[in-house]
């Protein structure tokens, strides 16, 4: 797949690095008993994650319902800044087999059923968000990737302002080339991140350098049009 390479090449020419990678965890909020190493943002997201899924799994080993809950509601909320989603959205996030729950989904809360997945095993699933789908689409718009080749991915309301401005640039331009949401979005996305020309990084690692980059990109779009 060209978008593949187009990462591949994104990631080698280090245009963005783990340093740019900029979310702050308040570790006065941290769940009960979770407590991350590492000395810049990038390695401390990547250490709760693995740290929230083992206590995932020691919470589902014991049947802590409660306490699943908790950190799901950590991860999506207190961590992720989505406030949307009721107690049985979440339970129903929680609770459902993942290929079931994507299926079901689809594009509908996405950013956080990722998340949620994400802490499940964040060795087979990884978030995607708005930062990330605008990141996967603006490299192939970019790298003027033809329309019948383009893996187009869903465009999710952000809170980024710069990102805000330049969609309605892929906007017009998939309108224009007749380019619809690609079917199966979330398992192509994982698909590619566990690509084996990655294979020194985790999937989390990629998705994080992917979310860094949006800003970048969206001046790029702009410079572009």
């Not at 783990?18 to 250490?47: A, M, T």
């Not at 020691?58 to 802590?64: D, G």
């Not at 019948?148 to 980024?160: A, D, G, T, V, Y």
């Not at 996305?189 to 860094?212: N, V």
Request: charged share 20%; aromatic share 12%; glycine share 4%.
């Amino acid at each position: 797949m060209i978008i593949t390479s187009l990462i591949q090449e994104f990631i080698t020419s280090l245009a963005i690095t783990k340093s740019h990678y900029d979310w702050p965890i308040n570790h006065d909020r941290l769940p009960h008993g979770i407590k991350i190493c590492g000395s810049s943002y990038f390695e401390q997201n990547v250490d709760l994650k693995f740290k929230l899924h083992t206590a995932w799994k020691n919470y589902l080993a014991n049947n802590q319902e409660d306490e699943l809950y908790n950190l799901a509601k950590y991860y999506v909320s207190t961590w992720g800044g989505v406030h949307r989603n009721s107690h049985e959205t979440l339970k129903n996030y929680i609770q459902s087999e993942p290929s079931s729950l994507i299926l079901a989904q689809k594009q509908k809360g996405v950013a956080s059923w990722s998340k949620v997945l994400c802490i499940r095993n964040p060795e087979e699933h990884a978030i995607f968000d708005a930062r990330v789908a605008f990141t996967l689409n603006a490299l192939q718009f970019l790298a003027s990737v033809e329309p019948k080749e383009f893996i187009s991915f869903p465009i999710l309301p952000s809170r980024n302002g710069s990102i805000n401005r330049a969609t309605p640039i892929l906007c017009q331009y998939f309108l224009k080339n007749k380019i619809s949401e690609t079917n199966n979005f979330y398992q192509k996305y994982l698909s590619i991140l566990k690509s084996a020309e990655f294979k020194d990084y985790k999937i989390c690692e990629i998705e994080m350098l992917l979310f860094t980059a949006a800003g970048a990109l969206a001046s790029k779009l702009f410079e572009k049009n």
